[in-house]
Structures are given as structure tokens and as C-alpha cells.
């Protein structure tokens, strides 16, 4: 992988590449905290501070690969001459296309996701609160080996149709649709999955909605092919939603890049010409969101291949009922 990389830098003429605790940094081996430089020559070095990083930068480099989350603090004390570009022109190419190693990891982290949304069905939600079922969840993602819980969301009744809702004091009564999504790292790896309950019965016209984010899911994951591009795809899932009648209230975005990052490149937005290619792993994650009334998403982690996209989270859609 070094050697692909240090390919990369010589196409881009880049002399140096230095990162921090990122996606990145992780992607050439990183662990912990500090600077991880690499050059020309040698294995990537991971170093504690800017200055040790500056000090293995050399004198003539005349570019130099900076990370993308890199602090101002950290930026101004490296006190580099060179010309700075973001490291993701070397690494995004790269880093779309997933070794054998990278995608069981990820496999993993997406099978571990989705057993937690499982236990969760068999939980007593009949009375309690959203925060006080987050709490719950979070608590499972860490009985799971999840090294770093990235969200936990629970939402009931009209907060399903809030994008991005925090949980709260909301009580879950019968009748109530409930969306309920994990993220965290597992291996590594990030995974994300999102399902949709409903609470003793679902609540009037809520399943027909559902289907239709369900359809959207299918299509776009029976599309999804090297070569397609990001706004391809985004565009796929949304042809579906807006022949339903239901395209004023989809949400903009229906997938995006996972892997060592929660959220990665590409976005499947229109302008982004991204070319998937074989073994990207994406999170395909199209919703609905009708204000005051309810709303759906539904999201797994799937890998890019020629005969369309591949699950890693393969439990079933189908609308849940709890009925305790």
C-alpha cells in the first residue's frame, strides 16, 4: 500500500505527507495520538508533536500533503515553507477502493451494528423515554466491543421527522413510529444502521411512506456499480421518492462514504462526480421526513461491486412491531 501511495505523491508532486489522528492517519497505520510523516523513503513515522513532524520534513520539499482535520495550532507550529495541499489528493483515490482485509473489518463493524437494532426489538419501550432507550443502546454498542460510540439515535412519534434529532424526554407511547440508528467503530471500522418500529400498531398511512423509502434503498442498491458516480446515485434513489409523490419531503442526501470515517466522500449529491469504484463501501441511507407527523429512514453499510451493491448489515427491513 506504501508503495501505491508514494506513487500517488509523485503523480501530485508531493514531497511529504503529514498527518493527524484522522481517517487518513489511520488509513497508513496510525494508532493513538501524534503525527504520522511520510516521505520519500522509509516506513511512515509517527512522531508526538508538529515540531518533531516539521523536523522530518525535508529541506528541499518543495509541496507538501497536509490532513484535512489538521488544527490551526497545529498547522501554524509545523511552520512549513513549502506549498500545502490537503492529503486527499494522494489518499481519496485510494482509500475508495477496499482491500479484502479492510472489507471484512468493515463486515464486522456492520454485522455488530445490526446486532444491537436486533436486541433492541426485544426491549420493553412501552412508557419509557427516548434518552433514557439511547442510554440502553449505547450501553449495548459497548458490550458489543464498539471502540468508540459515535451515535445513538431514538426518535418517537412526530421526532421521526426531524433530521438529526438529539434524543429527549419524549415518552414512546402505543401507536408511535420509532426510528431507532447506532454508529460506532468497531475493528477500526465505522458502520451505521438505521431501522424503523412501530409501537403496537403503525401509525395510519405510516407503512405505505415506508415502502416507498424501502424501494428507494433497493433501486439504489441494485444500481450501484463501479464506474456509476455519486450524483448517479443520488439521483437514482430520489427518481424513486419523487414518483411516489413524496420528493418535496426526501431527504437531499440518500448515501455517503464509510469506512475508517464516519462520514467520507463521496456524497451522493448533485455536482459530486465522484467515481464509485469496486469495493467502495458506502452507507445508503434514503428518508422521508413529513413534518409534525412522522418520518423514515432506513441505512446500511454496503460494498460496490458489478452485480450491484452488497449488503454488510443483511437482517431484514421490514417494518418491526414492538409489542412490549
Known amino acids: 500500500m506504501i508503495d501505491e501511495v508514494r506513487l500517488?505523491?509523485?503523480?501530485?508532486?508531493?514531497?511529504?505527507?503529514?498527518?493527524?489522528?484522522?481517517?487518513?492517519?489511520?488509513?497508513?497505520?496510525?494508532?493513538?495520538?501524534?503525527?504520522?510523516?511520510?516521505?520519500?523513503?522509509?516506513?511512515?513515522?509517527?512522531v508526538a508533536g508538529p515540531l518533531e513532524?516539521?523536523?522530518?520534513?525535508?529541506?528541499?520539499?518543495?509541496?507538501?500533503?497536509?490532513?484535512?482535520?489538521?488544527?490551526?495550532?497545529?498547522?501554524?507550529?509545523?511552520?512549513?515553507?513549502?506549498?500545502?495541499?490537503?492529503?486527499s489528493a494522494v489518499l481519496a483515490p485510494l482509500r475508495l477502493r477496499r482491500g479484502p482485509q479492510e472489507l471484512a473489518a468493515a463486515e464486522?463493524?456492520?454485522?455488530?451494528?445490526?446486532?444491537?437494532?436486533?436486541?433492541?426489538?426485544?426491549?420493553?419501550?412501552?412508557?419509557?423515554?427516548?434518552?433514557?432507550?439511547?442510554?440502553?443502546l449505547w450501553a449495548m454498542m459497548v458490550e458489543t466491543g464498539c471502540e468508540e460510540v459515535l451515535s445513538v439515535v431514538v426518535a418517537a412519534g412526530e421526532h421521526t421527522a426531524l433530521a438529526g434529532h438529539t434524543p429527549c424526554d419524549r415518552v414512546i407511547n402505543p401507536g408511535d413510529a420509532l426510528l431507532v440508528s447506532v454508529c460506532g467503530r468497531w475493528s477500526g471500522y465505522c458502520s451505521e444502521v438505521a431501522r424503523v418500529f412501530a409501537v403496537a400498531e403503525p401509525p395510519e398511512d405510516f407503512e405505505?411512506?415506508?415502502?416507498?423509502?424501502?424501494?428507494?434503498?433497493?433501486?439504489?442498491?441494485?444500481?450501484?456499480?463501479?464506474?456509476?458516480?455519486?450524483?448517479?446515485?443520488?439521483?437514482?434513489?430520489?427518481?424513486?421518492?419523487?414518483?411516489?409523490?413524496?420528493?418535496?419531503?426526501?431527504?437531499?442526501?440518500?448515501?455517503r462514504g464509510i469506512g475508517l470515517g464516519h462520514e467520507e466522500d463521496p456524497r451522493f449529491l448533485p455536482g459530486d462526480e465522484t467515481v464509485l469504484a469496486e469495493g467502495t463501501t458506502v452507507c445508503i441511507e434514503p428518508a422521508i421526513y413529513l413534518p409534525e407527523l412522522f418520518g423514515a429512514r432506513?441505512?446500511?453499510?454496503?460494498?460496490?461491486?458489478?452485480?450491484?451493491?452488497?449488503?454488510?448489515?443483511?437482517?431484514?427491513?421490514?417494518?418491526?412491531v414492538i409489542d412490549h
Open 298 to 320: 432506513v441505512a446500511d453499510v454496503a460494498v460496490c461491486a458489478p452485480g450491484g451493491a452488497r449488503r454488510l448489515s443483511q437482517g431484514s427491513r421490514s417494518l418491526y
Open 8 to 46: 500517488r505523491m509523485a503523480e501530485e508532486g508531493i514531497d511529504a505527507l503529514v498527518l493527524r489522528p484522522s481517517p487518513d492517519f489511520r488509513y497508513l497505520g496510525g494508532e493513538g495520538e501524534g503525527f504520522l510523516v511520510l516521505t520519500g523513503e522509509g516506513p511512515p513515522a509517527l
Open 208 to 255: 405505505a411512506m415506508y415502502s416507498v423509502v424501502l424501494a428507494a434503498q433497493n433501486t439504489l442498491l441494485d444500481a450501484l456499480r463501479p464506474g456509476l458516480t455519486a450524483a448517479q446515485a443520488g439521483r437514482i434513489a430520489r427518481e424513486v421518492i419523487e414518483g411516489s409523490g413524496y420528493g418535496n419531503y426526501a431527504a437531499p442526501c440518500p448515501g
Open 108 to 136: 464486522r463493524a456492520a454485522t455488530a451494528a445490526e446486532a444491537v437494532l436486533l436486541m433492541a426489538r426485544e426491549l420493553s419501550w412501552f412508557g419509557t423515554t427516548e434518552r433514557a432507550m439511547a442510554r440502553r
Open 53 to 87: 513532524a516539521a523536523a522530518l520534513i525535508p529541506s528541499s520539499a518543495r509541496r507538501v500533503g497536509i490532513d484535512s482535520e489538521m488544527r490551526a495550532w497545529e498547522l501554524f507550529s509545523l511552520r512549513i515553507e513549502a506549498e500545502l495541499v490537503l492529503a
